[in-house]
């Protein structure tokens, strides 16, 4: 009887081992994933600035290749300092920004009680890259992006909300991919401990994602 028990023990160990190593394989390929829209877009953006304003190209150049740099880096890393990723987030939102130049209304709050507390890589950027991708764009209206993004004690409270266009566009065959590989992050790296509540209008796309970061975001 002991004999089966501790066999019996063995074999959950190792079931829970394989398990553990099947869910790092899983965080491993959902990091690796970079959008690629984003990235021809911007350098399509470049290639048609560098004939209008060549300082104007060489500064959105360095700002993308910091910005290349951290998604390219950082899906390497478990856990990340969040102050580090809201500076890669306010690298990725100026670079955009350039390229609506004056048609969209933008806002963020960026609240922090521990710069130091460990968030996981590229897990919030895909809502800002959903909002710039789906805003409205009018000539007689200016879309709007509004970002916030709470830490107080272990809670991570992160919204974003976009105004969108009430005209029915065309939807890409991979549009969704990014907020459907946050979902499956969360659920692996916080399970039961989340809380993602995404609701649409007419008009508005509003997201609100809230975050227990105890055990799991004690800075080091």
């Not at 394989?25 to 290639?47: D, G, K, R």
């Not at 998604?71 to 809201?86: A, F, H, P, T, W």
């Amino acid at each position: 009887g002991l004999k089966f028990y501790f066999e019996q023990a063995k074999l959950y160990e190792q079931h829970l081992i394989l398990q553990k190593e099947h869910l790092e394989t899983q965080l491993q390929s959902l990091q690796a994933q970079i959008n690629p829209h984003f990235m021809f877009n911007v350098l399509n953006h470049i290639h048609i600035l560098i004939q209008k304003d060549s300082d104007l190209a060489s500064s959105l150049l360095i700002k993308y290749s910091d910005i290349l740099r951290y998604q390219l880096y950082g899906s390497d890393k478990e856990s990340v300092n969040i102050e580090d990723e809201i500076r890669f987030m306010k690298g990725y939102i100026e670079v955009e920004r350039y390229r609506w130049e004056n048609t969209l209304d933008f806002n963020a709050n960026w609240q922090l009680e521990n710069p130091k507390m460990q968030v996981p890589s590229l897990l919030l950027i895909p809502f800002i890259e959903n909002a710039f991708k789906h805003v409205s764009r009018s000539k007689s209206h200016k879309g709007y992006i509004s970002i916030n993004l709470n830490q107080n004690n272990k809670e991570l409270t992160f919204e974003v909300e976009n105004s969108k266009s009430s005209i029915k566009r065309t939807t890409a065959s991979n549009s969704g991919i990014g907020l459907d590989n946050v979902k499956k992050r969360l659920n692996i790296l916080y399970p039961n401990k989340h809380s993602l509540i995404i609701s649409e209008t007419e008009n508005i796309y509003h997201s609100k994602l809230i975050i227990n970061l105890s055990n799991d975001g004690e800075s080091k």
